[in-house]
């Protein structure tokens, strides 16, 4: 270095001078600066700045530092990707530190915790994840990392202990047990889905059973694959109960419920049906029925009997002895109504009594015949006719009184035999189709005159025949219903009438269209975290007309719009979905499937897969404290939502007013929330600002603070004042100069009073005063007053002192000498220069 006159040398780094002490040692003549540090250490990398500097002016040069050393440990946690019993997958970051040299490899290690010594696992790896293999079931583990640079290897860093075993958990147990078809040698056992299949499928399921109070004994050599199970080789008469383990990759899961008890023995099955039901007398209003009880009782004794009845023209039988069971094979049916009839029963040697009511103008003639053959007055045979009341008796009736009986009736109109409609439906049971095939009902029909046929649908009061996909077809012998492109709305009871002068009769037919299952309902994605989630959703409101046998779950990317299977055999109403990347946007669908096909999807509103903590929030405004000319004091309050995860610390950034880009103010983050920023260039405007930084991240910066100049205060003043009575309108007041000017001449001073209940402070003086004291007039006897000072310099005027103790105005009493009352304020003024 050279200067005239000889320059003087500073060593500054990390914004501190360095002086000649400890490991430093700082060497200077007139032309050479030497800085000699011994044993250095990692930490004395960085950059250094050597200032010279004389009167005729300053020359700074920067160097940079590095010293090589091994690296430092892994940044943490280790993270554990994946747990099973065999193997682990763990992954790290790179050091903070590498040392000054490229990391050449990672050295892991593992051991368990109940012993001391580490086996290595991997010597040469370049990544920061791995699988640590060959591991041994139910053991804990803990691993450690350690970096390799060209100086040696660093520090490690250790793992939380982990068990080796699945991450997913056994399933909950299934539902408690039903047991039916029971014989006495043997049972059916059947149970629900577990609530939880413990993130994975469920492989199979453990049946046990037990006598009374008895020991569990395993039923079943292999995993029941059904949620139902015969079990066989009871004894009879032993009583049982009967529980069901389920088991996935992880295990097997707590024991259900306990069945109810069952006994082992000879089934019960309804019993035969009574024999031989006979009429023995009747009466307009009531009849008397015996029968023979049934050959077989099931198993069980006969607890009673139900009667039923069925009237003329329906298909419905109605049950007669609601209220209890009839114990005794023999019954009168009270309230029946034998008029108009289609079939009456007789003994032989009874009276037929055949009764109907024919109406016509005039009035017709009537006709009566059986098979074919006409009717006439005999012997036991008695026609009675008043109109419109007709009755034919057939007395002591032959079994060859048996067969079908016709009325007929005639005028001059015409002629007409009368018979009730009968609909014969060519059905059996429930009519069941596919979507889109066509219905088609047919039903012979009978009766005189030609019923008149109407089809409707049960509970739907729109005419069929208005849709273009029905055709209706009605002969004088059936009655056809064909509706095309069926759909699932088409199913249900279809109602067909046939009516004519002589009554009606109604049939039904029930149909059941299939089709494939609609969408799911409430999709909802829950329990998010940085790699997996669970998907929930209700049963589709129509199966479409059978059971739902699984689900189909897809999930897909939103940055590559592509729908992958995760899982197509779902059998419950969730899903653990996992393995997945965090910081991705995922959408999932979930479609339903039963034998007809698979339904619409049913989508989820995009998620991102991270944890449940967050970034800390943005802290309030930094304030700026204690101001110099080439440093500043800066201090801020936590932010009020921490992320859920403790503050590890804040990075604090600066700019100048007019510039737009914010430097940092250190290289690392700051655990206090006080820092001391300098190097500052004097009489610049700096504005600061401050992020918080937890385990998660960065959060957002605060607004920045408001700005303030780099300039030395006034300085620290001690001031005296001394308040001298001599007029009774006039108080001299008398103070010392402050003990620091602030880098700047005292120009004067500024001398403010109010009075004792006025918030109003008045200026005492219009221009500054240079002496320390000043007499205050225009004041009035009696009055007391306060008085404060500001201090002024180029940089302008101070913060004003703290006011004086309350002094009255009035005329002094005694001698003409003067009468001093000294009063001393302490104040500590931090007085700023402004441009």
Not at 457 to 476: C, F, G, M, W, Y
Not at 583 to 608: L, Q, W
Not at 676 to 695: C, D, M, W
Request: aromatic share 6%.
């Amino acid at each position: 270095m050279r200067g005239v006159p000889v320059p003087t040398a500073k060593w500054v780094t990390d914004d501190a001078e360095i002086k000649s002490e400890g490991r430093h040692k700082i060497e200077t003549d007139d032309y050479s600066t030497v800085l000699t540090i011994k044993d250095c250490i990692r930490k004395d990398t960085g950059e250094y700045l050597l200032t010279v500097s004389n009167a005729a002016g300053s020359k700074t040069v920067a160097l940079h530092l590095t010293v090589l050393d091994v690296p430092g440990p892994p940044t943490g946690p280790i993270n554990i990707l994946e747990v099973t019993p065999e193997h682990m997958v763990i992954s790290w970051r790179h050091p903070k530190d590498d040392g000054g040299s490229p990391i050449i490899n990672y050295i892991v290690e593992k051991r368990q915790s109940k012993k001391e010594t580490w086996g290595v696992v991997s010597s040469g790896t370049s990544h920061t994840k791995i699988k640590i293999p060959r591991l041994q079931k139910g053991c804990e583990y803990i691993f450690r990392v350690r970096a390799e640079n060209k100086i040696g290897i660093g520090a490690p860093l250790d793992s939380e202990p982990t068990v080796a075993k699945y991450t997913f958990d056994p399933p909950s147990p299934p539902g408690k047990p039903t047991v039916y078809d029971i014989t006495e040698n043997a049972a059916t056992v059947a149970w629900t889905l577990p609530i939880s299949d413990g993130g994975t499928p469920i492989t199979g399921y453990i049946l046990e059973r037990r006598e009374a109070s008895g020991k569990w004994i395993r039923v079943n050599k292999t995993p029941i694959l059904d949620m139902k199970y015969r079990v066989t080789g009871l004894f009879e008469g032993n009583t049982y109960e009967f529980r069901v383990l389920a088991e996935n990759m992880v295990g097997l899961s707590k024991p259900s419920p306990s069945s109810d008890p069952i006994k082992a023995s000879r089934p019960i099955t309804p019993p035969g049906p009574p024999i031989n039901p006979k009429l023995k007398d009747k009466t307009r209003e009531t009849a008397d029925l015996v029968w023979t009880k049934p050959l077989k009782d099931g198993g069980s004794p006969i607890l009673g009997y139900i009667v039923e009845c069925q009237k003329t023209g329906t298909t419905q039988w109605n049950r007669i002895n609601k209220d209890e069971l009839i114990r005794q094979c023999a019954f009168r049916v009270p309230g029946l109504d034998v008029t108009c009839r289609d079939i009456i029963t007789v003994r032989v040697g009874q009276t037929i009594h055949i009764t109907g009511k024919v109406k016509g103008r005039p009035d017709p003639d009537i006709t009566w015949s059986k098979d074919g053959k006409v009717l006439v007055r005999e012997k036991h045979i008695e026609i009675l006719h008043d109109l419109p009341h007709v009755e034919l008796q057939v007395k002591e009736a032959k079994r060859s009184d048996h067969g079908k009986y016709i009325i007929a009736a005639k005028n001059s109109c015409g002629h007409e035999d009368l018979q009730k409609p009968v609909l014969d439906l060519k059905l059996s049971g429930v009519l069941t189709v596919k979507a889109g095939d066509t219905i088609r009902i047919e039903a012979g029909l009978r009766g005189k005159p030609q019923p008149e046929v109407v089809w409707t649908k049960d509970k739907d009061a729109t005419d069929l025949t208005r849709s273009p996909r029905v055709k209706i077809e009605t002969t004088s012998d059936a009655s056809k219903f064909i509706l095309t492109k069926s759909k699932r709305s088409d199913g249900g009871k279809y109602v067909i009438t046939a009516t004519n002068t002589a009554g009606s009769f109604v049939a039904y037919a029930t149909v059941i269209v299939l089709d494939k299952p609609g969408p799911v309902r409430n999709l909802k994605v829950t329990d998010i975290s940085s790699d997996r989630c669970t998907v929930t959703w209700d049963p589709p409101e129509d199966d479409g007309g059978c059971e739902i046998q699984n689900y189909i779950l897809e999930k897909c990317e939103s940055k590559r719009m592509v729908w992958s299977t995760y899982s197509s055999s779902v059998l419950t109403n969730y899903a653990n979905v996992t393995r997945l990347i965090e910081g991705n946007e995922y959408i999932f669908r979930v479609r339903a499937e039963n034998k007809m096909g698979t339904g619409p999807p049913t989508e989820t509103h995009p998620i991102i897969a991270k944890t449940k903590y967050d970034r800390p929030g943005r802290p309030d405004p930094p304030e700026v404290t204690r101001v110099s000319k080439e440093e500043m004091t800066v201090v801020w309050n936590p932010p009020e939502y921490d992320g859920g995860k403790s503050i590890t610390g804040y990075i604090l950034e600066k700019k100048e007013k007019r510039s737009l880009r914010w430097v940092p103010v250190t290289k690392t983050a700051i655990p206090e929330r006080r820092k001391k920023v300098t190097n500052l260039i004097p009489g610049h405007e700096y504005q600061f600002r401050v992020s918080a930084e937890n385990e998660v991240g960065l959060g957002e910066p605060s607004l920045p603070s408001r700005p303030v100049v780099a300039k030395d205060p006034i300085g620290t003043i001690l001031q005296y004042f001394s308040i001298f009575f001599l007029l009774v309108d006039c108080i001299f007041v008398a103070w010392d100069r402050p003990d620091s000017d602030g880098g700047s001449p005292i120009t004067g001073y500024l001398i403010e009073r109010k009075e004792r209940n006025s918030l109003l402070w008045v200026k005492a003086n219009d221009t500054a005063v240079r002496s320390t004291e000043y007499p205050c007039v225009g004041l009035i006897e009696g009055l007391e007053y306060a008085f404060r000072i500001y201090a002024l310099n180029r940089a302008g005027a101070s913060k004003p002192s703290k006011p004086t103790e309350l002094v009255t105005a009035r005329t002094p009493v005694g001698k003409p000498n003067r009468l001093i009352v000294t009063v001393v304020i302490m104040v500590s003024l931090i007085i700023y220069a402004t441009a």
